[in-house]
T-cell receptor, first 113, second 113 residues
């Protein structure tokens, strides 16, 4: 059972435009959500997180939105830059006290110059 | 560099051989996690430690896998009698206790021939 889903395997946007990456989850016990960026042959790099008590968190060009009733979160990147091209994973934790992360399958973002 | 480090970065072995990977977490982090990532998938949780205690193991972790974290510092992950299906990227992450951000190392890419 896939508790965290990223239904879009890939996304292509023009440099300077907005990139919106989406993620859905099924477990209502999740209370902490994170986005990671991953380049080939490297480990995931933390981007931004959000607690379930909030519905928005912003850090520079990155904003994460959480809609608990829809069990949906999204990552907005504005403006998009070619260096943002990578695989983006959303992850969730909180079902239990282990802190272990449940990841989505990833979305490959390509930002074209 | 005070991030998470992993050694080796790459390992090629023949089926049936034993392999051992090492992870050095961020020094003040008391939680350490192991994940496995295969092509086209997000990282999957394997096991985690809080200090030296191994508190949870995934069903993915067969009897051929063993992990240790002596003295609550670095950790090792050993795979005995490797199989071709063990080929994957093995990722280590560390965090503080609680719903805290996990920081990942660069991973160890295992190829079983």
């Amino acid at each position: 059972d896939q508790q965290v889903k990223q239904n879009s395997p890939s996304l292509s946007v023009q440099e300077g435009r907005i990139s919106i990456l989406n993620c859905d989850y099924t477990n209502s016990m999740f209370d902490y959500f994170l986005w990671y960026k991953k380049y080939p042959a490297e480990g995931p790099t933390f981007l931004i997180s959000i607690s379930s008590i909030k519905d928005k968190n912003e850090d520079g060009r990155f904003t994460v939105f959480l809609n608990k009733s829809a069990k949906h979160l999204s990552l907005h990147i504005v403006p998009s830059q070619p260096g943002d091209s990578a695989v983006y994973f959303c992850a969730a934790s909180g079902a239990g006290n282990t802190g272990k992360l449940i990841f989505g399958q990833g979305t490959t973002l390509q930002v074209k110059p | 560099d005070t991030g998470v480090s992993q050694d080796p970065r790459h390992k090629i072995t023949k089926r049936g051989q034993n392999v051992t990977f090492r992870c050095d977490p961020i020094s003040e982090h008391n939680r350490l996690y192991w994940y496995r990532q295969t092509l086209g998938q997000g990282p999957e949780f394997l096991t985690y430690f809080q200090n030296e205690a191994q508190l949870e193991k995934s069903r993915l972790l067969s009897d051929r896998f063993s992990a240790e974290r002596p003295k609550g510092s670095f950790s090792t992950l050993e795979i005995q009698r490797t199989e071709q299906g063990d080929s994957a990227m093995y990722l280590c992450a560390s965090s503080l206790v609680g719903p805290d951000t996990q920081y990942f190392g660069p991973g160890t890419r295992l190829t079983v021939l």
